[in-house]
């Protein structure tokens, strides 16, 4: 199986360097090789197993609860302005 | 005798009889600590003041290392990566409030493969960490520094956690007790995510008895994590008085031992266990879980799957590192998790995302879900016919630091733990012996049915009785 690790790296959000590229394609390719193993098994009529355990709808009830304060949820931002999360212009030609 | 090797129970015990009090345990594992963490490495963070605060606080109670991917208030939580340097816990995980309540307190943060990717701790960011038993060896990974710190006497008892294997191989590795908890067992609220259908946190301590008073303190019920049932806790310590190898039948699954790859000393004390168990009035069963040699290829497309959906939340936006160098959100994104992550992080990001991509996902990550169903079936068959399975727990004895460089090479220490992994059923890793070229400890795995950790600790507590033997 041939991977375009480029982008599948995109698809991820990583950028990855000209080295990486170089030693991860043979690696990946070998691995997914590896587990492509399970197309020898019938699974016609089985089921997938989605989870853990078997469990349906783990709900509670919806109500307010006291939470993290502001300041403990932003002690560890990387950048801030108020009580906000600071991030680079995310709109295209808008006033950053 | 020292207070850092005592286990918990002999902990307590003193402590209950006034012999030495919490503060003192504490500045015996601190100087233990000084002592030792320079060459074995398990630590990769030791806030004194913390511990012995918490100490004199609860002088009744007993110290936990904890892996660092476990949230406890105040303290880093690296897990093993760049991307977390500098980040604190802003709450307890819900494991270390339940610590609090029965009797123990967190006292150190051990080492780990990054984001608990890995079976020899080399893939963390912050530290070597090296195998008390065998400097030049590999401590197992991931929770390798739970291992070695529990394995070089630096610790009473530890906590790690287990996707494929994390628990049990380095358990094997450092000559100390492992379980992996059924799945749901115990709480992951405050733990950071590697594969979320496979995640449990659990004890790593110095005897099966310590590790049932360990997973009694953490397990059960938490509204905050949604795959905990309201399934009543057992006293697990309690329940193993008389336990006995007696009448219990011993699943022996011939696709465990037919692997060619296996060690020869590790077959040796595999084998062995058998027959101990068997003198001691077991039954041997054989038994066939067909789906075994498939397991591995699942458990590398579920994991990775699930994993590049749980570490999308390393984005450089609201904690963890942010690259200087980005313009954009999207370069934010990009140069961020780039410079952040490993090697090994990247490649099962990779993997995971090429797995669930459009065109790729019916034939990868959907199958391999199917396939999942038929393991699981093949231990809800087995534990019809027996009680416990006995398995060899990893395939090798502690390897070389740096040996294992290919990346599927390493993947097949988990071979034997893998399967119990994806059934979501519970797992012990016990200490059977030793090799006779290395002297490096090798333990056995036992595997009993979801939520029967009752069973899984008698059994393991009885043959701890007679592998001395």
């Keep these: ?45 089985v089921p997938p197993m989605m989870h853990g355990r078997e469990i349906v709808n783990a709900f509670r009830e919806d109500e307010v609860r006291p939470s993290l304060e502001t300041e403990v949820a932003l002690a560890n931002a990387p950048a801030r302005v108020g009580d906000e999360f600071l991030l680079p212009k995310i709109v295209e030609g808008a006033e950053s | 005798m020292e207070l850092y090797e005592l286990g918990i129970k002999a902990a307590r015990e003193g402590l209950a009889k006034g012999e030495f009090s919490s503060e003192d345990i504490v500045k015996s594992v601190i100087g233990r600590y000084h002592e030792r963490n320079g060459e074995i490495g398990a630590y990769v963070s030791f806030d004194e003041e913390q511990a012995l605060g918490l100490a004199r606080e609860r002088p009744r109670d007993v110290p936990i290392a904890i892996k660092d991917l476990i949230n406890v208030v105040g303290q880093p939580c690296t897990c093993g990566s760049k991307i977390l340097e500098g ?79 994390s628990i049990r191989q380095p358990a094997s590795f450092c000559n100390c007790v492992g379980i992996k908890p059924s799945y749901g067992r115990v709480s992951r609220y405050g733990v950071t995510a590697f594969a979320s259908s496979l995640d449990q946190v659990g004890p790593m301590a110095k005897s099966v008895e310590d590790a049932a008073i360990l997973l009694g303190a953490i397990a059960g019920r938490d509204e905050m994590d949604g795959t905990t049932p309201d399934v009543p806790v057992p006293d697990y310590a309690a329940r193993l008085e008389g336990a006995d190898m007696k009448g219990v039948r011993i699943g022996v699954p011939r696709e465990y031992y037919d692997v060619k790859g296996m060690d020869a000393e590790v077959r040796r004390i595999t084998e062995g266990a058998l027959k101990k ?23 590398y497309i579920i994991a990775p799957a699930e994993a590049s959906a749980n570490l999308a939340r390393f984005d450089g936006v609201r ?77 090798t004895p502690a390897f070389r630091l740096g040996e294992l460089q290919d990346p599927l090479t390493m993947y097949l220490n988990d071979l034997f733990t893998i399967p119990s992994s994806l059934a979501g059923v519970c797992a012990s890793s016990v200490p059977a012996g030793f090799t006779e070229s290395g002297h490096l400890p090798v333990g056995v795995q036992f595997i009993c049915a979801g939520y029967d950790e009752e069973r899984l600790l008698r059994v393991s507590k009885a043959f701890e009785d007679i592998a001395g033997a």
């Design chain 2, 87 to 165: 980040y604190i816990s802003p709450y307890d995980a819900t494991v270390i409030a339940n610590l609090k309540k029965n009797g123990f307190f967190p006292c150190g943060r051990v080492n780990m493969d990054e984001f608990a990717m890995g079976s020899s701790t080399e893939n963390s960011a912050l530290a070597v960490t090296r195998n008390p038993y065998d400097l030049s060896r590999v401590p197992g990974g991931s929770s390798g520094g739970s291992a070695a710190a529990v394995g070089g006497k630096m610790c009473i008892a530890a906590l790690g956690s287990d996707t494929g294997g």
């Design chain 2, 319 to 395: 904690y963890g590192h942010r690259s200087p160098l980005s313009k954009d959100v999207f370069s934010l994104y990009c140069k961020s998790r780039a410079e952040g992550f490993g090697a090994e992080v990247k490649r099962r990001i990779i993997i995971g995302t090429f797995v669930l991509s459009s065109g790729y996902q019916d034939a990868y990550y959907t199958r391999a879900l199917k396939v999942r169903t038929l393991i699981k079936r093949d231990f809800d068959e087995v534990f019809g016919k027996c009680d416990a399975l006995l398995t060899p727990c990893a395939p």
């Design chain 2, 277 to 299: 168990c068997e003198e001691a009035g077991a039954t041997l069963v054989e038994v066939s879980l067909p789906h075994t040699e498939y397991a591995m290829a699942v458990y």
């Design chain 1, 1 to 45: 199986m041939k991977i375009d690790v480029g982008y599948v790296a995109e698809l991820a959000r990583l950028e990855l360097s000209e080295d990486e590229m170089k030693t991860f394609q043979p690696q990946l390719e070998d691995i997914v090789g590896y587990v492509e193993k399970i197309s020898e098994v019938d699974v016609e009529g």
